[in-house]
C-alpha cells in the first residue's frame, strides 16, 4: 500500500466502517507489505521522574492537579537508569524508553538527560524519552547524545482535545513533534482510546498522525486506564473490543510503514484480542510488569502468547529470536 499524507476524514471513516473481514482483510495486505506480520517489537519502559506536572492533563495520575495519590519524585540518577535498562535487555526489551512528568525539561536536567542516552545506547539497546515540549535547541542536544526516539502522544483529537487537557493545546504537541522531526530524531505519537471521546474523534487522531509532512515513526495505541480522582474517570467509557481492533487496522492503513504498538491497557485484554489487534497490523508492545505508574502484563504471559503463536520478538539489533514456551508454563491445557 502506498505510503500517503493527504488522507481525509471521508477516507478514513469508510475504511473505519467497512465490514470487519474487509477491513482485516485490507489491513493485513498493507502489514505484511511492510513488515513480516510474525516479529513484535518490543519496548520497555521507566518513569524516570514521577508525579508533581504542571499540566493538568485529565487522564493522567501524574498530574499536579489531581488527588491521584501519586508521589512527586525527583529526577533518577543516571546509574539508576543504566541498571533498569540492563534488567530490561536481560528480558529481551528492544528498546529502552524514559519518560518525566514535566511540562518541559528544565536546562539544568539536560547534561543528566543527554547522559542517560549515551549510557543506554551503550547496553545495545534503542533509546526513546518522552519530557514534554522541547525547544529546537532541546532537540539538538538530545539528538547528539544519540537518542532515537522521541515519544510526544497528541492523545485524542484537535476537537476532543480542550476538553482533555487546557495547559497545552495540540498545536503546542505537532510543533514540539515537528522540532523533533526536524533535529533528526526519530517521532512516537499516538493517542489515547477510552475518555469518553466518541469513534470519529478516534479517526481524527489518526487522520492528523497521518497527514503530517512525515508520519510518526511508531504509532502508540492506549487504552485508558482508569484512575480514581482524574476528571477523565466521570466520563470514560469502556472501549468495545472489536472498536479496539478498528483502530488499529485504521492505523494500519493509514500509516502503513509505521509501527503500530499496543500501549497501555493490554492488563485488561484477552490474549485472543490482542491477537486480533496483531493480525490489524499491531507489531510492538511494551513489556515489563509496570508502564510509568500502571500494570503491564508479566512478561511470561507475553512468552507463553508469543510461543503459542508462533511469533518472534525482535531485538535491537535487528536479528530475530525465537520466543520458547514459558517453562514451566502457567496455563492449563
Known sequence: MMVRHDWTMAE?????DLPLPDLMYRAQTAHREH???TVVETASLLSIKTGGCPEDCGYCSQSAHHKTGVKATRLMEVEEVLTAARRAAASGAQRFCMGAAWRSPKERDMDK??????????????TCMTLGMLTPDQVVRLKAAGLDFYNHNIDTSPEYYATITTT????D??????????????????GILGMGEEATDRIAMLVTLATL??????????????IANTPVQSRAKPVDPFALVRTVALARLLMPASVVRLSAGRTGMSDELQVLCFLAGANSIFIGDVLLTTENPAA???QDMMARLGMRFAPAKGSVQTIEPAVPSRRTA
Not at 12 to 16: D, E, P, T
Not at 168 to 171: A, I, N, P, V
Not at 175 to 183: C, D
Request: net charge negative; with cysteine.
Open 113 to 126: 538527560l543527554c547522559a542517560m542516552v549515551r549510557g543506554v545506547t551503550e547496553l545495545g539497546l534503542e
Open 213 to 226: 509532512p512525515a508520519h510518526p515513526d511508531s504509532v502508540p495505541v492506549n487504552l485508558w486506564n482508569e
Open 173 to 190: 504537541r505537532l510543533e514540539t513533534i515537528g522540532h523533533v522531526r526536524k533535529g533528526g530524531i526519530r517521532v512516537c505519537s499516538g
Open 35 to 37: 513488515f513480516d506480520p
Open 168 to 171: 497545552r493545546t495540540m498545536e
Open 300 to 302: 511470561w504471559k507475553d
Open 12 to 16: 478514513a471513516q469508510h475504511f473505519y
